[in-house]
């Protein structure tokens, strides 16, 4: 049976890169912690037919090139860095087309104490993720975090579903509503003729957003709220066109403590199991009216 080759990239994945930057006087330090993953894609038909390794740029160039660039250009935000890379890949090498710059940041902040300002302890809130896409002539950008686990103690219901005889589930009229957001959004930035967002404002606006629209939102359903979180980011920030969510259900179960001669009562401080599997997995995007989505399905475990 005949074959032909279809959609294919390569690169380096995880390159671990570390920057210190000092200040004037050295006393004073600045931490860029980034895990990027390069892919490059283009006319590389020959590699995989005959092997030749002609229009292949290694593997260990990109990721050398990453660690130069890390030093000549500095580390302003992710995707500052990711638009840099992408650019040098696609305008230096004929034969690729597009590069893909996948990042992870993990974010650290200063001990700072009077005796100290370059002790740092990692911040465990959330990562942040970003994924840079040049083609020679437009941009894709799309910001995101993970791992950002949040939880409203009361607040939050969930009844009125549909029931059939295996539902064993009770109506809730006051619950612990709690789940690990993934959020990634696209900017309808596209082309270096226009001005480009500011990137680290624009990431911190979005993460406060969606955290202020779960904390004020009375939650019939998970759903709803995640509707809230998207809305309020695309309602406020101008420059992003579309969001998409992943959010596990962290179920928290009342615990039976009747065999104890003990009554667990929500509104006298109740006594939960944290579940951690298996659990309810809720996505959605959420779009300005009149954009198109193109946030790929894949991006949710970026």
């Known amino acids: 049976m005949p074959t032909i ?12 890169v570390v920057k210190i930057t000092r200040d004037g006087t050295g006393g004073t330090h600045h931490i860029k912690d980034l895990n990027v993953s390069v892919a490059l894609s283009g006319d590389m038909d020959d590699v995989h037919y005959s092997g030749s390794n002609a229009s292949v740029l290694p593997t260990d160039t990109t990721k050398n090139t990453v660690y130069a660039f890390a030093k000549e250009y500095g580390i302003e935000s992710a995707e500052q860095f990711g638009i840099h890379l992408a650019r ?57 975090l993970r791992d950002l686990t949040v939880l409203n103690s009361t607040d939050s219901e969930f009844w009125g579903y549909v029931k059939d005889k295996y539902t064993t589930l009770q109506e809730a009229y006051d619950r612990i509503l709690a789940t690990e957001v993934s959020a ?66 962290k179920h928290h179960f009342l615990v039976d403590l009747e065999p104890f001669g003990l009554k667990n009562d929500v509104a006298d401080g109740a006594v939960y199991f944290a579940a951690d599997r298996p659990y309810g997995l809720i996505e959605a995007t959420v779009l300005r009216d009149g954009a198109e989505p193109r946030i790929p399905v894949d991006l949710t475990n970026l």
């Open 184 to 249: 990634k959004w696209r900017y309808n930035w596209s082309s270096e003729a226009e001005p480009m967002p500011d990137w680290d404002e624009s990431y911190e606006q979005a993460k406060t957003h969606m955290l202020q629209a779960f904390a004020e939102t009375y939650s019939l359903s998970l759903q709803q709220t995640m509707y809230q979180m998207g809305a309020r980011v695309i309602d406020s920030r101008g420059e992003i066109d579309e969001i998409r969510f992943s959010l596990p259900n």
């Open 88 to 144: 040098h890949f696609v305008t230096s090498q004929e034969p690729i087309h597009q590069a893909r710059i996948r990042i992870e940041e993990y974010a650290w902040e200063r001990i700072g104490t009077d005796k100290s300002q370059h002790s740092f302890v990692r911040k465990g809130q959330e990562t942040r993720v970003a994924q840079i896409t040049f083609d020679g002539e437009k941009w894709q950008v799309i910001s995101g």
């Open 5 to 16: 080759l279809g959609q294919n990239q390569y690169g380096k994945a995880e390159n671990r």
